[in-house]
């Protein structure tokens, strides 16, 4: 998966096929509402285990019952790369 950044009409794209996800500066980003504090710590760890088999880590923000995930690639520049836009499909296959 390449490191290299984005077009923003690449991004777009992307996004068409991303439900939910916004590109907002640097990074995609997505907010999931669950039934509780535990919901949403349960969510935060299996996005965390997925982060790890993946190699590419997304920022995880747990607030209550509000789990944000929010992705960039430091290796691009701090921008949105293919690296990203597969992390995002996948976390929504796993929560959604």
């Given at each position: ?62 607030n209550y019952n509000k789990l ?13 790369s293919a690296k990203d836009t ?11």
């Amino acid at each position: 998966m390449s490191d290299q950044p984005l077009t923003e009409a690449e991004i777009e794209l992307a996004l068409s096929e991303l439900p939910g996800w916004s590109h907002v500066g640097d990074r995609l980003e997505q907010t999931w509402t669950f039934d509780g504090h535990l919901r949403a710590l349960a969510a935060a760890t299996a996005v965390g285990f997925l982060n790890e088999q993946r190699g590419h880590h997304a920022d995880l923000t747990i607030n209550y019952n509000k789990l944000r995930v929010s992705a960039t690639t430091h290796s691009a520049g701090n921008q949105v790369s293919a690296k990203d836009t597969d992390l995002a499909r996948a976390v929504s296959g796993l929560l959604d």
